[in-house]
């Protein structure tokens, strides 16, 4: 089995995606069957749709929107990280529907391309701790600048999951490995927090990235957080800028190898299944 906990649908006739028109190279439809094609040849059987940063007004129907998804015959998705705003008063009835809705597996709030201080303010943090306890997890999406705010977030509330996407979004290209490091280590010591390993190839230089480019960052991840700890994502469709999803599902099994059956399951679906509750052990 392997469970990609990251993929990101856009349909831009049912939602609207401010963002985009920044993004040209992103700035099209990526519908479930264009996703689906490449995922059943690299050997996926489950995944999570990651919120995509809608229109704030449009968040509910954007699980609604992957929900249908879900319900179409042979379809892969079996729950969605919804978006939220922790920092505004609406979070509360968020956080209620999310509570009452199994298909709902946690909370993203994109915090790389806001302010620096809306994960400080007191609203914020507040909403964030109030998932304590509760089996809904929280994604945090930061560059490698922002981790002392992660660490912030993640020291505030010890019961919650934390999610560190994309193995803390590292700048490959540039080659900044050494400052990267060190913080991946220090969130890494906080046991509520778990990595995903997920779409680093659009972090690499595209047209010169190998397996052997991306390995030092997928080792340093793994062995600071162990194999318990980590997940595996596509991040499709901003892995397109990278190579694809073949490339990095192919490069993940090629920095895997001489690693053991159980350590790769771990990675690919035991603790996504933990994690999120899919269910999928006891389904197989």
């Not at 990609?4 to 995606?17: A, E, N, P």
């Not at 995944?47 to 179409?72: C, G, N, T, W, Y």
């Not at 220090?186 to 997920?198: D, L, Q, T, W, Y």
């Amino acid at each position: 089995m392997l469970v990609d906990t990251h993929l990101h649908l856009i349909d831009q006739s049912r939602l609207g995606y401010p963002w985009l028109a920044g993004e040209p190279a992103l700035n099209r439809d990526f519908l479930y069957a264009e996703y689906a094609r490449d995922a059943l040849r690299a050997g996926i059987t489950d995944v999570l749709h990651m919120e995509v940063d809608v229109d704030p007004a449009e968040i509910v129907s954007e699980i609604e929107f992957v929900r249908e998804q879900s319900q179409k015959p042979g379809n892969l998705i079996r729950g969605a990280i919804s978006a939220c705003r922790p920092e505004e008063d609406g979070f509360s009835p968020m956080l209620e529907r999310a509570l009452a809705d199994p298909f709902v597996k946690g909370f993203r709030r994109i915090l790389h391309t806001v302010d620096d201080g809306i994960s400080q303010q007191p609203l914020f943090r507040e909403n964030v701790k109030r998932l304590s306890g509760t089996r809904l997890t929280f994604d945090i999406c930061m560059f490698p600048r922002q981790q002392p705010l992660a660490l912030a977030l993640i020291g505030l509330a010890p019961e919650v999951t934390f999610i560190l996407d994309h193995c803390g979004v590292p700048d490959i290209k540039s080659g900044d490995f050494d400052g990267w490091k060190r913080g991946i280590s220090e969130i890494a010591a906080r046991p509520n927090v778990v990595a995903k390993i997920s779409g680093i190839v659009a972090y690499a230089d595209s047209g010169t990235w190998t397996a052997e480019t991306l390995r030092p960052y997928v080792e340093h991840v793994i062995d600071c957080f162990g194999w318990d700890r980590v997940v595996w994502g596509s991040d499709w469709p901003v892995c397109t800028l990278g190579g694809g999803l073949l490339a990095w599902v192919a490069a993940t099994h090629a920095v895997l190898t001489g690693c053991s059956e159980d350590e790769r399951d771990s990675l690919f679906w035991r603790n996504a299944d933990r994690i999120w509750q899919l269910g999928l052990a006891v389904a197989r």
